[in-house]
T-cell receptor, first 117, second 113 residues
Framework: EAGVAQSPRYKIIEKRQSVAFWCNPI?????LYWYQQILGQGPKLLIQ????????DSQLPKDRFSAERLKGVDSTLKIQPAKLEDSAVYLC?????FGAGGQETQYFGPGTRLLVL | KQEVTQIPAALSVPEGENLVLNCSFT??????LQWFRQDPGKGLTSLLL?????REQTSGRLNASLDKSSGRSTLYIAASQPGDSATYLC????????????FGKGTRLHILP
């Protein structure tokens, strides 16, 4: 079974530029999560999708971050414009069912490491 | 608001020793607790998941215990090996449908050959 795929693996941009990350979850998984992990911290949930609907985006900085999951499969996360404090690893995860985020086994991708200069 | 704490932040032990990693949480009303491993530049791999009704889970050289009433979990690693070097994170799942999984900051473990 293929795991969660993410690209790119690394990205360096200057502040105020835009960047987009892509995630392909495990086939058949209904729920997809985007996390932000700042160096030395645990991951923080940015947004959770069930199929192509948003379940939780309460911690997403909506003035600069956006995400979509068209057709309920792949997802993209965009930052526009980027700030220095956005430097972090962006992790995508997926889970099989429709349970609450803390109740389902989540499978994580390798992450995209973003550096904003 | 649930808070998850992991102490120490970093730990170095000689190869072959048994060791314990600690995790504490402030709200005992949890659905489950998970231990994850994160290697540098990699994503998270789930090691053990303990449901709130369970006291412990074992997988190979790993044993995780849960004491919900005291808000504590431990991850025991037997006969440590250099390949165990990684960051170990614990995460707590809430009871309510809109609860997020809450992660600790992790313990960075280094096994000395």
């Amino acid at each position: 079974e293929a795991g969660v795929a993410q690209s790119p693996r690394y990205k360096i941009i200057e502040k105020r530029q835009s960047v987009a990350f892509w995630c392909n979850p495990i086939s058949g998984h209904a729920t997809l999560y985007w996390y932000q992990q700042i160096l030395g911290q645990g991951p923080k949930l940015l947004i959770q999708f069930q199929n192509n609907g948003v379940v939780d985006d309460s911690q997403l900085p909506k003035d600069r971050f956006s995400a979509e999951r068209l057709k309920g499969v792949d997802s993209t996360l965009k930052i526009q414009p980027a700030k220095l404090e956005d430097s972090a690893v962006y992790l995508c995860a997926s889970s099989l069912g429709f349970g609450a985020g803390g109740q389902e086994t989540q499978y994580f991708g390798p992450g995209t490491r973003l550096l904003v200069l | 608001k649930q808070e998850v704490t992991q102490i120490p932040a970093a730990l170095s032990v000689p190869e072959g020793e048994n060791l314990v990693l600690n995790c504490s949480f402030t709200d005992s009303a949890i659905y489950n607790l998970q231990w994850f491993r994160q290697d540098p530049g990699k994503g998270l791999t789930s090691l053990l998941l303990i449901q709130s009704s369970q006291r412990e889970q074992t997988s190979g050289r790993l044993n995780a215990s849960l004491d919900k009433s005291s808000g504590r979990s431990t991850l025991y690693i037997a006969a440590s090996q250099p390949g165990d070097s990684a960051t170990y994170l614990c995460a707590v799942g809430g009871l309510n449908r809109d609860d997020k999984i809450i992660f600790g900051k992790g313990t960075r473990l280094h096994i000395l050959p």
